[in-house]
């Protein structure tokens, strides 16, 4: 996947990371943080059928490219869904996008219906990818992350994940030690 879009290399890795931070601060045991790691280093395998040139749009694309990026949460599941993991990897990677108010994509789940997982990788992602450089603009900065997803909170995202994740940035911050490696 990164061999392909340079600009998010190392995403998959950052969010991995985040997402294990995540669940330690949530309490979460061994067994659960492998495989939400697992999910979060694939979480964008369905990229592959994303066209590149539409990966790497120096500016905002279109309601159709937009579409196509959108159809990479179920190609990942297909890819996913019959390799026999002992955690729901598959199901984790295409509901990453679901949203608690069923604002999110492909299915549209609310509250409940979405793995904790997802909804870790959901929060995990959102810090990651605002907090990095992407093709069509500069990063943002945790901080600016850590605002968006404030005001997301118990609205599309998951209050107890975001609280950690808020937790995470006091102190050594080790967040915004994740955002600032290169190489992870």
Not at 15 to 32: F, M, P, R, T
Not at 33 to 57: F, Q, R
Not at 102 to 110: D, E, F, I, Q, W
Request: charge should be negative; glycine fraction near 6%; proline fraction near 6%.
């Amino acid at each position: 996947m990164e061999s392909r879009d340079p600009y998010t290399a190392g995403h998959q890795a950052r969010v991995a990371k985040i997402s294990v931070a995540l669940a330690e601060k949530l309490g979460w045991s061994q067994n659960d943080k492998e495989g939400l790691y697992l999910a979060a280093m694939v979480h964008d395998i369905g990229k592959v059928g994303v066209p590149a040139d539409i990966l790497t749009k120096p500016s905002v694309l279109t309601p159709l490219e937009m579409q196509l990026v959108q159809q990479h949460v179920e190609l990942g599941y297909q890819i996913l869904k019959d390799i026999p993991f002992p955690w729901p990897i598959a199901e984790m990677v295409r509901q990453h996008h679901e949203r608690l108010d069923g604002s999110g994509y492909p299915r549209k789940l609310k509250a409940d219906q979405i793995l904790q997982g997802a909804k870790v990788l959901a929060v995990a992602d959102t810090i990651e990818s605002m907090g990095t450089h992407r093709p069509y603009r500069p990063a943002l900065g945790l901080s600016v992350a850590l605002e968006q997803i404030k005001r997301e909170s118990d609205v599309s995202l998951d209050a107890e994940v975001v609280s950690a994740a808020f937790a995470l940035a006091e102190g050594d911050n080790p967040l915004q030690a994740i955002l600032d490696a290169r190489h992870v």
